[in-house]
C-alpha cells in the first residue's frame, strides 16, 4: 500500500514561485510512475508533471509548464518534489501527488508509460491535495 502526502501549497503573486513536496511511504521499487496532477475549479484534472525514477532520468512536463515547473533530482527517494517558477494565475488549482507500481509491457517505454497511457487509465494512489493560488 501506498501513502502519499502532499505539502508546500500557498498563494503567490504572478511570477512567484513555490516548491511543492510529497512524501510517499510504501514505496519498494526503484522504478514507479510517480507524477503531480492539477485541477482547477470547473475544469478536468490534467498532467502536469511525471517520472519513473526519483533518483533521475527524463521527466515529462505538460506545454503549459514546460520551463517553469522542474522535478528537481532529490537523494531523498521516499519525497518527489516540484519546483514551480514564474507562476501564472491559469497554474492556480489543487495539486495532487499520484504514484502507481504497475509496469509497462516488456520493452515498453516507462515514459511513455508513467506520462500518457497511466494517467489514461488512472494513478491508483492520490495524496489529499495542496491548494496553489496565484493572483495577478
Known amino acids: 500500500q501506498v501513502h502519499l502526502s502532499e505539502s508546500g501549497g500557498g498563494s503567490v503573486q504572478t511570477g512567484g514561485s513555490l516548491r511543492l513536496s510529497c512524501t510517499a511511504s510504501?514505496?519498494?521499487?526503484?522504478?514507479?510512475?510517480m507524477g503531480w496532477f492539477r485541477q482547477a475549479p470547473g475544469k478536468e484534472r490534467e498532467v502536469v508533471a511525471t517520472t519513473f525514477t526519483r533518483s533521475g532520468g527524463v521527466h515529462f512536463y505538460a506545454d503549459s509548464v514546460k520551463g517553469r515547473f522542474v522535478i528537481p533530482q532529490d537523494n531523498d527517494k521516499s519525497a518527489l518534489a516540484l519546483q514551480m517558477s514564474s507562476l501564472k494565475p491559469e497554474d492556480t488549482a489543487m495539486y495532487y501527488c499520484a504514484a502507481d507500481p504497475r509496469t509497462p509491457e516488456p520493452g515498453g517505454s516507462w515514459h511513455e508509460f508513467c506520462s500518457r497511457i497511466l494517467p489514461a487509465r488512472g494513478y491508483n494512489y492520490w495524496g489529499q491535495g495542496t491548494q496553489v493560488t496565484v493572483s495577478s
Open positions: 510504501g514505496v519498494t521499487t526503484e522504478r514507479i510512475c
